[in-house]
């Protein structure tokens, strides 16, 4: 079980406060960012075995984990504009930036937008659907479009936080969770309501808005920009690891490395123990470039 940690609060530029939870008491700073929909407390059992090597910076994105959400959601400008500020704010050398999904894929645009920020990539399941010359699902048509229809219409309010963990277990979404895990969501994915009862945080439209606004092809232009060491950990029964995508990433990024974990999209939350291996692993493997790097080796 993932201890509480210290609270983070940041406020962003342009006047949103966004909250989330620093681990650890190692020397070497990551910043992590969540999947859509998630909070990083969830994340907490599956990083813990990386704590005591490094301090985590675990912030959630805008309306997620009890940060602000924001009026409207056109595209990923904002999160990115936000990790941007953060880590300028907090940090005064390149830092590694980690982070799962949606997050996964915001540290990898950060890193090629500002290359002078960041040290090194952890990426878990960054959204590579489809090769550079493949074609990239639509939102407005099939498997995608029925997502996002059915992120706008789930169900977001019980009556108290037990409610809802029953409720959440019987979801095909949660239903392989590791109790600690979906324990965790419940705790700081849920916010009290404004007339009682507890709501998701992240709102439905927000989330949907998250899937709708999906990064196509650009992403590859984005990978060939990255000069970080990065590791990117695939799930075995993942969805949106293209393996066309990833070949051509490992064939662009200088230095980089897959690693195959088992479990689905959400791995981290469904087998915390294995993730957590994997991600000391792949922390270990930038570590060491880093270090080797700046021995000239």
């Given at each position: 079980?993932?201890?509480?940690?210290?609270?983070?609060?940041?406020?962003?530029?342009?006047?949103?406060?966004?909250?989330?939870?620093?681990?650890?008491?190692?020397?070497?700073?990551?910043?992590?960012?969540?999947?859509?929909?998630?909070?990083?407390?969830?994340?907490?059992?599956?990083?813990?075995?990386?704590?005591?090597?490094?301090?985590?910076?675990?912030?959630?994105?805008?309306?997620?984990?009890?940060?602000?959400?924001?009026?409207?959601?056109?595209?990923?400008?904002?999160?990115?504009?936000?990790?941007?500020?953060?880590?300028?704010?907090?940090?005064?050398?390149?830092?590694?930036?980690?982070?799962?999904?949606?997050?996964?894929?915001?540290?990898?645009?950060?890193?090629?937008?500002?290359?002078?920020?960041?040290?090194?990539?952890?990426?878990?399941?960054?959204?590579?659907?489809?090769?550079?010359?493949?074609?990239?699902?639509?939102?407005?048509?099939?498997?995608?479009?029925?997502?996002?229809?059915?992120?706008?219409?789930?169900?977001?309010?019980?009556?108290?936080?037990?409610?809802?963990?029953?409720?959440?277990?019987?979801?095909?979404?949660?239903?392989?969770?590791?109790?600690?895990?979906?324990?965790?969501?419940?705790?700081?994915?849920?916010?009290?309501?404004?007339?009682?009862?507890?709501?998701?945080?992240?709102?439905?439209?927000?989330?949907?808005?998250?899937?709708?606004?999906?990064?196509?092809?650009?992403?590859?232009?984005?990978?060939?920009?990255?000069?970080?060491?990065?590791?990117?950990?695939?799930?075995?029964?993942?969805?949106?690891?293209?393996?066309?995508?990833?070949?051509?990433?490992?064939?662009?990024?200088?230095?980089?490395?897959?690693?195959?974990?088992?479990?689905?999209?959400?791995?981290?939350?469904?087998h915390p123990r294995a993730a957590g291996e994997a991600l000391a692993l792949g922390m270990d493997i930038l570590l060491r470039a880093r270090d080797g790097a700046a021995a000239g080796l």
């Amino acid at each position: 079980m993932a201890p509480d940690g210290q609270s983070l609060v940041f406020a962003t530029p342009d006047g949103m406060t966004l909250r989330g939870v620093c681990w650890g008491v190692g020397p070497d700073p990551v910043v992590f960012t969540q999947g859509n929909g998630f909070a990083v407390q969830c994340y907490g059992p599956a990083l813990h075995s990386l704590w005591p090597r490094i301090r985590l910076h675990a912030l959630n994105s805008r309306g997620h984990g009890g940060s602000d959400a924001p009026a409207s959601y056109p595209n990923w400008d904002g999160p990115l504009s936000d990790l941007r500020a953060y880590v300028r704010a907090t940090f005064s050398a390149p830092v590694f930036l980690a982070g799962h999904s949606f997050g996964a894929s915001l540290s990898l645009r950060l890193a090629a937008e500002s290359p002078e920020l960041v040290a090194g990539l952890l990426l878990l399941e960054p959204l590579l659907v489809a090769g550079r010359n493949e074609t990239w699902p639509p939102s407005t048509e099939g498997y995608m479009a029925e997502l996002i229809a059915r992120t706008r219409e789930r169900r977001d309010g019980w009556a108290d936080r037990a409610e809802a963990l029953a409720w959440l277990r019987t979801r095909a979404a949660y239903r392989d969770w590791a109790p600690e895990a979906l324990r965790a969501f419940v705790a700081s994915g849920l916010v009290d309501g404004a007339g009682g009862g507890v709501r998701l945080a992240c709102p439905p439209w927000l989330e949907a808005e998250g899937y709708a606004t999906l990064p196509g092809p650009v992403m590859h232009d984005w990978v060939r920009k990255v000069r970080v060491p990065t590791v990117i950990l695939r799930a075995e029964g993942s969805p949106v690891v293209s393996p066309q995508a990833l070949e051509e990433v490992l064939a662009a990024i200088p230095v980089a490395v897959r690693m195959n974990v088992k479990g689905s999209h959400s791995f981290p939350m469904e087998h915390p123990r294995a993730a957590g291996e994997a991600l000391a692993l792949g922390m270990d493997i930038l570590l060491r470039a880093r270090d080797g790097a700046a021995a000239g080796l």
